[in-house]
């Protein structure tokens, strides 16, 4: 992508979010609509940033219970035992069983936590108009979308478990309180990941070229 | 743009900014709302901490850290977080997290143990941690001061705190098959546990502490009799062949029976934690206790085999006291052979009751004098034959007013009682008595006598043979004797039959006695 070309808001354009078209946006300021498809038309998504940041913030506030609180307890006879995420690790890592320790680490700890930074170096940097690296940010802004989806299998097999590992009186399993917090982190970096506007990132290289020229 | 004064370079113009922009957006509710979330978690967390404890345990074995929990009548009150060394490496402390309010039970009395599976006599407890892991016991205890530092005991409490009834002790010389949890059988109804025991600091007896459920406790009194129910009791005495036992649970794990004596003074129940004496069994339990049994000395000449420590002292069929040592005296210059028998006598038990003493007087003259009066009247001791198939001998009190006269000696320490033999010397000496006059008798002289008594018998006897024979010749069927004999008799019949026909003819004609036979002439 070619840093002299000119933006659509330039131009004074709106391109539509559902069906790509490019339209006019009426005189006063008020909501467009996509004449093709009626999707709501702007120049940016609106408040992105402020969104993104209301998003990340609250996964950044619960990634600290999803972590401390247990995600999983189980009851068997000899008592109950409640487990957190790095318990759950800590417990799988075994010489035969190492792989599924790292994929629970990786995909329930890692992660989420390098979402949650690599927004946060998005929105700082596109609120700065930095413009320098502009193609890596993208292209970490696509990594952070397609990866942070698989997060939730965390919370699919904690479900599934407890819903089926119910012996009663010989053991059953619980989700903890951690659990409902992890899904919360997951899900607002996607909401976060889903507010942010990468166009953002280019709007300053080009505001700067308009200026120059 | 109004006033553009010309001259001055263009200045830019503000830029319109529509007011919402500026507005915080509305998504800013999303993190408050996991902010107070994760506050309201993170504050009933900290609520939900309840206090934390130590205890101080002889072992940790079968606890873990973060897996132990203690207990309380069956609900969790909390877990072990942490288990190590004291510093002085001989003991462990485990450091536990109780619920929330758990101050409210951690008290200054407040017992904790480790529950494991426990099998002692009639008690088998804790088998479920046998599935479960151990876990910690607890107890509430009554004390208002609180506490967080405990020293666990070593095994459960046999009876919770809050089980009515009372505790009392019983004093006993050895254990015998007793030991935590043993039974206590009032009228065979099993009322209390043995909860503990220890020896004394002298070593010489051991007190047991039992408890008694409520209400049976108000059956123990200050007179109340505690004995060894432990198993069967056989025991073979003067008296005979006896057994006894409670039940057969106590046959086999041991037990505590108690009664309490009747016929007593209805007595108020004793106080908690009134020494009892623990008897072996209900016998010796029962024996009226001597109150100031005194001793004194039998010395008796005959054998005393058969006759043991503890035997009893009879008078008139109550037992008054026993024997307390056997003894053997040779007198040096007769050679005379003696058993002094040392005896604990019991004058109450004779049903004399000391309570009427008049001024001056003391309980020793009174009892000189009753035993005075008592020698006076013929009391001697005496040897008997409790019983025959043991052979086991008893002293025996007893009247013998045909007895020699004594008196007793208050100035021998201990005085003596005079003795009267035994009934088996007495049959003895009758035996020996007769032996000896049979022995006296002129055997060989009424020998001789009857031997020559027995040869003119035979001569007699010779004479009568042939006398008789003589007699036999006579009626012999061929002698002359019987054939005269015979033929005299055939001559009386014919006289006989004659006279009948004479008489039959008579009768007929009675006129031929004047005009003779005339029948031939018609």
């Not at chain 1, 069906?19 to 609106?46: T, Y």
């Not at chain 1, 619960?62 to 999983?72: D, E, G, K, Q, T």
């Not at chain 1, 006879?77 to 417990?91: K, M, N, Y």
């Not at chain 2, 009267?420 to 000496?429: L, N, S």
Request: proline residues 6%; hydrophobic residues 45%.
């Amino acid at each position: 992508m070619s840093a002299t070309a000119l933006t659509a808001m330039q131009l004074g354009l709106q391109r539509c979010e559902g069906c790509g078209l490019v339209s006019r946006p009426m005189e006063d300021e008020a909501e467009g609509r996509c004449p093709r498809c009626d999707e709501g038309v702007e120049f940016r998504k609106r408040a992105s940033l402020q969104r993104t940041w209301a998003f990340l913030v609250t996964a950044a506030i619960c990634y600290i219970p999803a972590n401390l609180l247990p995600v999983l307890s189980t009851t068997t006879a000899e008592g109950t035992e409640s487990d957190t995420i790095l318990q759950g690790v800590v417990l799988l890592w075994s010489p035969t069983g190492w792989p599924l320790s790292l994929i629970v680490l990786f995909a329930s700890i890692m992660i989420p936590s390098a979402k949650i930074l690599a927004l946060t170096y998005l929105l700082i940097t596109v609120q700065r108009g930095s413009i320098r690296n502009n193609e890596q940010r993208i292209r970490l802004y696509r990594v952070v979308d397609v990866v942070g989806r698989w997060s939730m299998v965390d919370v699919f097999v904690d479900a599934f478990t407890a819903a089926l590992v119910q012996l009663q009186p010989l053991m059953s399993v619980e989700p903890g309180p951690g659990l409902f917090f992890f899904a919360a982190v997951v899900v607002s970096t996607m909401l976060a990941v889903e507010s942010f506007d990468p166009r953002l990132i280019w709007d300053p290289s080009s505001e700067r070229e308009v200026a120059h020229a | 743009m109004p006033d553009q004064t010309p001259g001055t370079p263009p200045v830019p113009e503000s830029r319109m900014v529509s007011r919402r922009k500026t507005r915080p957006s509305l998504v800013w509710i999303v993190p408050l709302v996991a902010a107070l979330a994760g506050a309201w978690v993170a504050v009933t967390r900290v609520m939900s901490e309840g206090p934390e404890i130590t205890l101080v345990l002889e072992t940790a074995e079968g606890l873990e850290a973060g897996k132990t929990k203690i207990r309380y009548n069956g609900v969790e009150v909390g877990t072990v977080t942490r288990i190590r060394l004291t510093d002085d490496h001989e003991k462990v402390v485990a450091t536990a997290q109780m619920v929330p309010k758990g101050e409210s039970f951690l008290l200054e009395d407040t017992a904790f143990w480790v529950v494991r599976p426990r099998v002692s006599g009639a008690n088998v407890t804790g088998l479920g941690t046998l599935i479960s892991g151990a876990y910690i016991g607890m107890e509430i205890g009554h004390s208002k001061e609180r506490k967080r530092d405990f020293v666990a005991l070593d095994s459960p409490p046999i009876v919770a705190a809050d089980v009515p009834g009372r505790y009392f002790v019983l004093e006993t010389a050895d254990l015998g098959s007793l030991d935590d949890g043993t039974p206590i059988y009032f009228r065979r109804i099993q009322v209390g546990e043995v909860t503990s025991y220890a020896l004394d600091d002298d070593g010489k007896s051991l007190s047991v502490k039992i408890f008694i459920n409520s209400p049976y406790d108000q059956f123990v009194t200050t007179s109340t009799l505690f004995w060894n129910a432990s198993g069967v009791d056989v025991s073979l005495t003067a008296a005979g062949l006896s057994v006894q036992s409670q039940s057969v649970m106590s046959i086999l794990v041991g037990g505590i029976a108690f009664e309490t004596p009747a016929g007593g003074p209805a007595l108020s129940p004793a106080a908690a934690d009134t020494k009892f004496t623990l008897f072996d069994d209900r016998e010796s339990a029962f024996k009226t206790p001597s109150r100031d049994p005194q001793t004194y000395v039998l010395v008796f000449t005959q054998s005393v085999r058969g006759l043991t420590v503890g035997a009893p002292v009879d008078f008139g069929g109550i037992s008054v006291g026993e024997v307390v040592a056997i003894n053997a005296e040779l007198d040096a210059d007769t050679f005379e052979f003696s058993v002094p028998v040392t005896v604990s006598l019991d004058v109450e038990r004779m049903g004399v009751e000391f309570t009427g003493l008049a001024p001056g007087q003391d309980f020793a003259s009174v009892r000189h004098q009753l035993v005075d009066s008592l020698v006076a009247k013929g009391a001697r001791g005496q040897l008997r034959t409790g019983s025959l198939l043991t052979g086991a001998l008893y002293v025996a009190l007893d009247m013998f007013p045909d007895a020699q006269p004594a008196t007793v000696d208050w100035s021998q320490t201990p005085p003596s009682l005079p003795t009267f033999p035994g009934e088996i010397q007495a049959i003895e000496a009758s035996v020996v008595n007769i032996i000896k006059k049979i022995d006296q008798m002129p055997l060989e002289k009424i020998g001789n006598d009857l031997q020559t008594a027995i040869v003119d018998l035979d001569r007699t006897l010779v004479s009568a043979r042939t006398t008789l024979d003589d007699a036999g010749k006579l009626v012999a069927p061929n002698s002359v004797l019987s054939t005269q004999l015979d033929n005299t008799l055939m001559e009386m019949t014919r006289a006989a039959r004659g006279l009948r026909v004479l008489a039959d003819y008579l009768e007929r004609h009675p006129e031929a006695l004047l005009r003779g036979k005339t029948g031939e002439a018609q």
